[in-house]
């Protein structure tokens, strides 16, 4: 059987695009692949990418010269989490507070792991992990 690498992609659906994308690219760092008024595509490090679509754009899915996505959507809150090195945990905390973001939870994994979990501006729940949280991190 195949084996699976890797989740490549995640998406995230947003009823204020710009807002979000900005809180991503500037309060997390992320950069921008690609955007347009449907979608922002953002590089999540490591190999993957954060996909921000306004909510209920992509439900009719969309067609292009190399072929067509099935519609997709989202409602309420939903979870992401960052990989995040164990040293820079204390960093990255320092950051979001800076940036006016509230840490809403801290954990500390049996494996050791830590996180903290905040929300953007779509009130979507967002992890920075360190490894020791699963047996593959």
Do not use: K, Q
Not at 52 to 62: D, H, I, P
Not at 74 to 87: K, L, Q
């Amino acid at each position: 059987m195949p084996s699976i690498r890797r989740v490549l992609e995640t998406a995230l659906y947003c009823d204020d695009l710009p807002a979000t994308a900005r809180f991503y690219r500037e309060v997390l760092g992320l950069t921008v692949h690609f955007g347009d008024a449907r979608l922002v595509a953002l590089d999540a490090s490591g190999a993957t990418v954060l996909l921000l679509f306004a909510r209920g754009a992509s439900s009719s899915g969309v067609s292009f010269p190399g072929g067509s996505i099935p519609g997709h959507d989202g409602s309420g809150p939903a979870h992401v989490a960052f990989a995040v090195d164990a040293d820079d945990l204390d960093g990255w905390e320092s950051r979001l507070t800076a940036a006016g973001v509230a840490i809403e939870s801290r954990v500390r994994w049996e494996r050791g792991g830590r996180s903290i979990y905040f929300r953007d501006p779509e009130g979507h729940s967002v992890e920075l992990v360190t490894p020791g949280v699963w047996p593959t991190y």
